[in-house]
């Protein structure tokens, strides 16, 4: 019997720490977002939200955000995983050196860009070097919406490539080497193992790093803030406002559960669209 007893016990504090710290605050962020402080349940919350002025906009930045940072740090990611999967010397290093971000927070990569961007910054002190500017540039103006939200996509796609790095890295280096040199034997070119080889079996590692990096795409906060302040809406930063500048936590949990269903959707059809077989995990 004890012996029986032992796998539970093992796993007793990490399900211990996902009740308290993960499925009780979010039961009660479910709670404030339909019930008043009297206890009375009610949709008045969820209704402010959607006919908050931001909101439209803040939804229409974050998913411009999430649909073009997601695939261009997937396609990075992706060729940088290949060129080291090819690489016979200096591998590590260059690996070091990509995944340094990891170690990076958010604020602190968000500031670190902002001393790059901002009108005084390195940016254009280069710029300025090369005779390309004759004066310092507002790359993070309001006025110049498309810049600044360029600003912030170089920003992002510095931060949370790295990630998918690790993934789809260790994606490739499970493929047997067996399958790519007997298609090479049969006469196949590079561009074909990749597509009928490498990415087939790679469709696990794939389906995982979208799933992760999209759903932290939508929570994407810290970097935007800093370069941007709130010229910039975005889902968070309206749930942050609501919460902080505005002392509402019942709009504040309703945003925080549409970003949380934003997920969930988003999730289910990547599981849905890039489905894996359990032979192809075998």
Known sequence: MPAQRTPYLLI???????LVL???PLAETALMAFRTPEQVWTGAYVAKMFGDLN???????????????VPLQMVLALGMAM????????????LYVWTIPLGVSDLAAGLAWLAIFTDRGYFNTVLSGVGLVSGPVSWLSYQNPAVLFACVIVAELWRATA??????LAGVQLIPKEYDEAAEVFGAGPWTRFVKITLPLLRPSLQSALILRTVLAFEVFAVVYALAGRDLPILV??????QGAYQNTHVASAYAMFILLLSIGVTL???KALKVNRETLS
Do not use: C, H
């Open 55 to 69: 909101f439209k906009v803040a939804l229409r930045n974050t998913l411009i955000l999430v649909l073009v940072v």
């Open 163 to 168: 990630i998918v790095l690790v993934i789809l």
């Open 83 to 94: 060129m080291l999967q090819k690489m016979q010397r200096g591998r590590m290093g260059f």
């Open 22 to 24: 993960f499925i009780w």
């Open 12 to 18: 007793a504090p990490s399900v211990l720490f996902l």
């Open 237 to 242: 930063g309206e749930a942050y406002n609501w």
């Open 269 to 271: 059809f990547y599981l």
